[in-house]
């Protein structure tokens, strides 16, 4: 088994705090702690929305020097978890990828994929086999 800091992390970022954690308390029933995770949800003021400074703590706290793969719900947390990933620096921005796939279903199957000790890549395009076409 894999130690947690060798595995790629997951971040899940929602509009919703609800929707992040919810997804997040998924993630961890399915694959315990073998992967660092993190996730966030709503704007600063408590209303629905995302912040990129959160964003950027929550890739901080997922951190692993295998990448982060990242889940979004809407337009605006992709926006802004560029953003987020320009706010990191240019190396471990390379080891960053915000994911084209269902917010739940491919951070469990991504997690899953991850939790064996996957490459960024592989998480990934899992995690993608699931978007429509």
């Not at 929602?14 to 992040?20: D, K, R």
């Not at 890739?59 to 990448?67: L, N, R, T």
């Amino acid at each position: 088994m894999t130690s947690r800091n060798e595995n790629v992390g997951i971040v899940i970022v929602s509009h919703s705090p609800l929707v992040a954690r919810g997804a997040a308390d998924m993630v961890r029933q399915m694959v315990g702690d073998s992967v660092p995770l993190a996730w966030c949800g709503g704007n600063p003021a408590g209303g629905l929305g995302t912040d990129p400074g959160t964003i950027l703590k929550a890739i901080e706290e997922a951190w692993s020097d295998a990448g982060v793969a990242i889940f979004v719900d809407l337009g605006g947390a992709e926006t802004n978890s560029e953003m987020a990933i320009e706010m990191i620096g240019k190396v471990r921005a390379a080891r960053i990828v915000i994911c084209n796939a269902p917010i739940v279903e491919g951070a469990v199957i991504a997690a899953a994929e991850a939790s064996g000790g996957a490459s960024l890549a592989k998480v990934v395009a899992t995690a993608q086999e699931l978007s429509p076409s």
